[in-house]
Structures are given as structure tokens and as C-alpha cells.
């Protein structure tokens, strides 16, 4: 399973920041439906739900890799306030737009969170591969 993190990791930074684009581009473009950004969005928490699954499993080896554990212990908690953000999220923005009740704003300020942590979490992760080498044979 840990060979499938690097694949999966990448989606839900993609899909926050492409929600985000959405979400601001809704402003000038009344075509783009409320309903379609929440697609996205929600369809980014099943992503990072399987990231997060699929990077515990790396946790295994990439925590035997020496001096590591700072890094990786915030990229985890990073990785976790994403999966219940995320999840909450949605589920949240599909209760007020079933209830006719979502504004723009908040689907702006929600999509703008999510890809802040995207990027946030992605970038501690990229620490863990190129400063210590984890999920490459260098830290194997």
C-alpha cells in the first residue's frame, strides 16, 4: 500500500486548489454552479481520505529513517486537520446547499482553507522526500 502514497497525494492538493479556483471564478462567471465546486470538493475529502491511508501505511518505513520524526509527526498532523476539514467541509456545504442557504463567500473562504492545508501539508511531505529521502531507495 505504501507504494500507492506518492500517486494519491497528489489529487487532493489539485482538487482543493482547483475548488478554490472555481469557487473565485464564480464571482465573474455565473455558469459555474455552487453545486459543481462542492463536487469537487467533496470528491478532494474522498482523496485525502485515501491519502491519509495510504501515507500511514508509509509511515511504517519512513519512520525508521534517522532524525525524521519532527518532520513526519507534522506532516501526519497536517495530513489529519485535512482529512477532518475536508470531511467536514463537505458535509456541512451539502447540508446549507440542500437548504438553499450556501453563499459564494463561504464557498470561497471553505475552498481557500482547504487548499491552504493542501499546500501546507504537501509541502512538509515534500521535506520528507528530498531532505530525508522517505518513500525513494535513498531512504530505504
Known amino acids: 500500500m505504501i507504494e500507492f502514497h506518492p500517486f494519491f497525494v497528489h489529487f487532493p492538493i489539485a482538487l482543493n486548489v482547483f475548488a478554490l479556483m472555481l469557487s473565485c471564478s464564480s464571482i465573474f462567471v455565473d455558469r459555474i454552479s455552487k453545486f459543481y465546486i462542492i463536487v469537487v470538493i467533496a470528491t ?18 519512513a519512520s525508521k529513517i534517522q532524525d525524521i520524526a519532527i518532520s513526519l509527526s507534522r506532516h501526519q498532523e497536517l495530513g489529519n486537520y485535512l482529512v477532518w476539514s475536508s470531511i467536514l467541509s463537505s458535509l456541512i456545504l451539502i447540508y446549507l446547499f440542500f437548504k438553499q442557504k450556501l453563499k459564494k463567500p463561504m464557498l470561497i473562504a471553505v475552498s481557500a482553507y482547504l487548499a491552504y492545508l493542501s499546500i501546507e501539508c504537501g509541502y512538509h511531505g515534500s521535506i520528507l522526500v528530498y531532505q530525508f529521502g522517505a518513500g525513494t531507495l535513498i531512504g530505504k
Open 44 to 61: 478532494g475529502s474522498i482523496m485525502t481520505l485515501i491519502s491519509a491511508y495510504t501515507g500511514n501505511a508509509a509511515e511504517v518505513q
